[in-house]
């Protein structure tokens, strides 16, 4: 074992932002720069030295709008993390890795069959972990999960973290949708933290038409960049207009409107109203993104269509390595998207991405205690 060191710095969320419906005032969230003591380390348990933790919409979900976690406050936020193995088992000491957003049990039915990545015993950083979390300087894991960084190219590890969640998350999208070379998508949210990588992802597994769909056009302009083969804005237009647009791309194209393999990655109700809206015969929608509001939708309509709405949530820490290969090897593109900034700056950067929604860059925050 290695040596360790004696304390765990720390941005805990020691109360999240409430409302008071008496007084009808907002009362904000809080975070608290805080040392606790390293625990024992398990068997089969290894100290990560945190290089970086993207800052997620969940973590500003959980933080500004009552997402209910599974630990209680005081908890450290980040589930988007990468590091060096300082303690633990000694086969991973002094490795470079990756730690999965969520790390199955691997003994329960969901796991033995195939579905371990929504284990119902999973751990979370930043939910389930209580104080363990990645906006920290460290975080005991399982060495199991971890996936190992041999050669990062070029790349500061701290910027591999977005893989955590934003890059592999898509992946497993893509895998729940059964997506299959020559399969047409529509990416809804194309522009966003997951959704750069969801058009990207579709694209590098052989999808033959890429459709990108959010409301910034110039957002939607860098996107042809980056897997869009098509691009449509919602900026001033009903969904019976985007669907109208879409319908028009088909028709001038020569394809059929048959069949498309849908992401909705905004959590909003304007993105899975979208969604609904686009199902036609034997498509799938598959939901990546999460949201509190509630849709209406004619449920008759799937057997109709004989179509099919997915849900699908983080992904499997076996598909980690594909992923990290397949952004080392740039089938997926990560440099324009992603900015690091010092962790001393949470509250500003929470603050700002939350009155943002939806941030030029992934924001990855580097440990500076």
């Known amino acids: 074992m290695g040596d360790l060191p004696k304390v765990i710095k720390q ?3 020691v109360q999240p932002t409430t409302f008071n419906k008496e007084t009808k005032e907002t009362i904000p969230g809080k975070l608290e720069l805080k040392e606790v003591p390293v625990p024992e380390l398990k068997e089969g348990e290894v100290l990560v030295e945190v ?6 919409h969940t973590d500003l979900g959980y933080f500004y709008d009552g997402v209910p976690t599974v630990s209680k406050p005081p908890l450290v936020l980040g589930h988007e ?25 691997r003994k329960c039915y969901l796991c033995k069959t195939g579905r371990g990545n929504r284990c119902l015993n999973q751990k979370m950083p930043g939910n389930s972990l209580g104080i363990y979390g990645g906006f920290a300087s460290h975080i005991p894991v399982p060495s199991i999960d971890l996936c ?6 070029g790349y500061d590890l701290e910027q591999l973290a977005v893989i955590a969640d934003a890059v592999t998350t898509p992946y497993q999208a893509a895998m729940r949708a059964d997506l299959k070379p020559g399969d047409n998508v529509i990416v809804i949210g194309a522009t966003g933290g997951v959704g750069v990588y969801m ?3 579709a694209k590098a597994l052989g999808a033959k038409y890429v459709i990108g769909i959010a409301r910034n056009p110039k957002k939607l302009e860098r996107a042809l960049k980056y897997g869009c083969d098509y691009v449509i804005s919602t900026l001033d237009k009903d969904n019976k207009t985007v669907v109208g647009e879409w319908r028009n791309f088909c028709k001038e194209n020569g394809v059929d409107t048959i069949g498309w393999k849908i992401f909705e990655v905004t959590g909003t109700k304007q993105g899975q109203d979208l969604g609904l809206d686009l199902i036609t015969f034997v498509s799938k929608l598959i939901v990546v993104g999460f949201g509190l509001a509630k849709n209406e939708y004619m449920i008759s309509r799937l057997m109709a ?8 949530w983080g992904c499997l ?18 440099d324009p998207f992603v900015e690091v900034r010092p962790m001393s700056t ?13 941030p030029e860059k992934r924001v990855v925050l580097k440990p500076d205690f």
């Open 81 to 105: 993390i990468s590091g060096k193995v300082v303690a633990g088992d000694p086969q991973w000491i002094g490795k470079e890795v990756i730690i999965p957003a969520v790390m199955p049990c």
């Open 148 to 153: 190992e960084v041999r050669d990062k190219k």
């Open 51 to 56: 290089a970086g933790c993207g800052v997620c």
């Open 199 to 201: 058009v990207q992802m």
């Open 317 to 334: 820490p076996e598909y980690y390595p594909i992923v990290l290969d397949m952004v080392l090897n740039k089938k997926i593109v990560i």
């Open 346 to 358: 949470i509250a500003q950067t929470f603050e700002e991405i939350h009155k943002a929604g939806s």
């Open 305 to 312: 269509f004989d179509a099919e709405i997915i849900g699908t």
């Open 11 to 13: 941005w805990q969320m």
